[in-house]
């Protein structure tokens, strides 16, 4: 149980177009989502986390008009990147985790953008 | 402010070797602290946890940490090394409430024949 997918697992976009990633928590219900990004050889940092129903909280320095987050259902999330250009190119992984808590997050197998 | 340093970038054992991956957290209360493994282009997966009690935690793959208070550590240990653990490893930790993550910069394993 507890499986976290991601769609789609590879694109190729044109910059100035925007891309939309999807994050699905596929046999429970979640809660809380969490959206990272991470640059080769590098750790994950934490973009932004966001709860069902309510707004995306962002990281200090992540562009919230740039990076649209929205989390319709206890299921997904999805994250939005606008007018993309090419320094936005990485992986992005998404992780949910279920209600209650303390729990652990379950992590997606992740998104490779890349912006032309 | 919560962090994670793990000191080693690269390590190289030979396989069937022992290994121990070294992580220290600063946090001012007890923290909950994670391993999780990484294969190249793939997202990551809980080796194992702590949370409370027992200092000696067992995950999967036959890997164990311990939480050593005094020295602010977590290190990961396996007895016996498979060339199928290859990859990146991440230490984390997490605050109260859960709410957020903070990964180390992670160490990669190599394992040679």
């Known amino acids: 149980g507890a499986v976290v997918s991601q769609h789609p697992s590879w694109v190729i976009c044109k910059s100035g177009t925007s891309v939309k990633i999807e994050c699905r928590s596929l046999?429970?219900?979640?809660?809380?989502m969490f959206w990272y990004r991470q640059f080769p050889k590098q750790s994950l940092m934490l973009m932004a986390t966001?709860?069902?129903?309510?707004?995306?909280?962002?990281e200090q320095g992540v562009e919230k008009d740039k990076f649209l987050i929205n989390h319709a259902s206890l299921t997904l999330s999805t994250l939005t990147v606008t007018s993309a250009h090419p320094e936005d190119s990485s992986f992005y992984i998404c992780?949910?985790?279920?209600?209650?808590?303390?729990?652990?997050?379950?992590f997606g197998p992740g998104t490779r953008l890349t912006v032309t | 402010a919560q962090s994670v340093t793990q000191p080693d970038i690269h390590i190289t054992v030979s396989e069937g070797a022992s290994l121990e991956l070294r992580c220290n957290y600063s946090?001012?209360?007890?923290?909950?602290l994670f391993w999780y493994v990484q294969s190249p282009g793939q997202g990551l997966q809980l080796l194992l946890k702590?949370?409370?009690?027992?200092?000696l935690v067992q995950g999967i793959k036959g890997f164990e940490a311990e939480f050593k208070r005094s020295q602010s550590s977590f290190n990961l240990r396996k007895p016996s090394v498979h060339w199928s653990d290859a990859a990146e490893y991440f230490c984390?930790?997490?605050?109260?409430?859960?709410?957020?993550?903070?990964f180390g910069t992670g160490t990669k394993l190599q394992v040679i024949p």
């Open positions: 702590y949370f409370s009690g027992d200092t």
């Open positions: 992780s949910a985790s279920r209600a209650g808590g303390p729990g652990e997050q379950y």
């Open positions: 946090y001012g209360a007890t923290p909950y």
């Open positions: 966001s709860n069902e129903g309510s707004k995306a909280t962002y």
């Open positions: 046999d429970f219900q979640a809660t809380t």
């Open positions: 984390a930790v997490a605050s109260g409430g859960y709410q957020k993550v903070t």
